[in-house]
């Protein structure tokens, strides 16, 4: 009798899904490590590798839906390990570099954060906007977990930059990271960039775009991520006043639908 092999080929189709996982798994194993960095007192390689699990979670959402390959396993997934790469290695990297010496304060405001970002994670797996109000996916409600985890990084960043010859921002640490963490849980309507279409005339504007920000990111690593963190501050306000101009214009358009229905 022939044996049966117990090795079965994965087909095409659940490969769809493996491969945003996989993407995922990298990504807090990254995270995992900045901790682990940040624990032996190399706070560059730390933020680096935040960074770079920050751009991965960017990634592997594009990727499932591009090979439509999403899940509600890759959505879990994706939840998890946002928690523990955004919520807790941030918050470890900038108590082991400055919130340490603040004592049990320094700890409390790490627990904050953590809090805030798993809480405002639960909320973000729950929201659900009705087939009217499907122009609000083009929002989040607060700033999102990987956002809020790359933020509370910026004294780090700023500190690790040539920005911090000019001036000291360390003290501001403690109540950034407040900040940071009520912005998570708030309903301060931020830009999400999940569904940006890009024309195709635009391509290579955008490709042209992408590639000095590379160049930068090897000639001016921190400076660079400092001023990105300075530039998505900037937006927020943005944000609110684009949601608000948004929203006026759809309740004046059911407005008139309702005119037109009486009549």
């Not at 929201?127 to 999102?144: R, V």
Request: contains cysteine.
């Amino acid at each position: 009798m022939e044996k049966k092999n117990k090795f079965k080929v994965v087909s095409v189709n659940k490969s769809r899904y493996i491969l945003p996982s996989i993407l995922t798994l990298i990504g807090v194993c990254l995270g995992i490590s900045s901790i682990k960095f940040a624990m032996d007192g190399n706070f560059t390689f730390a933020v680096l590798f935040l960074v770079v699990a920050a751009i991965l979670d960017g990634l592997d959402g594009r990727v499932a839906r591009i090979i439509k390959g999403t899940s509600d396993f890759g959505k879990e997934l994706d939840s998890l390990t946002d928690f523990v790469s955004f919520g807790i290695a941030p918050a470890f990297i900038i108590y082991f570099w400055e919130l340490n010496k603040y004592g049990k304060i320094g700890w409390l405001i790490v627990l904050l954060f953590s809090v805030c970002c798993v809480l405002r994670l639960a909320r973000f797996n729950l929201t659900k906007f009705e087939k009217n109000d499907e122009w609000k996916n083009n929002f989040f409600q607060g700033i999102p977990s990987p956002a809020g985890g790359c933020l509370i990084l910026f004294p780090l960043m700023f500190e690790l930059s040539n920005f911090s010859t000019f001036i000291d921002i360390k003290v501001i640490t403690p109540y950034f990271m407040v900040l940071v963490s009520i912005l998570l849980i708030s309903k301060v309507p931020t830009f999400s960039f999940k569904k940006i279409a890009i024309r195709r005339n635009m391509t290579i504007f955008l490709l042209l775009g992408v590639g000095l920000f590379f160049v930068s990111i090897i000639q001016f690593t921190f400076e660079t991520l400092t001023a990105c963190c300075v530039i998505y501050l900037t937006l927020i306000p943005l944000g609110i006043y684009n949601y608000k101009l948004k929203s006026k214009s759809v309740n004046q358009l059911e407005i008139e639908d309702e005119h037109q229905d009486i009549l």
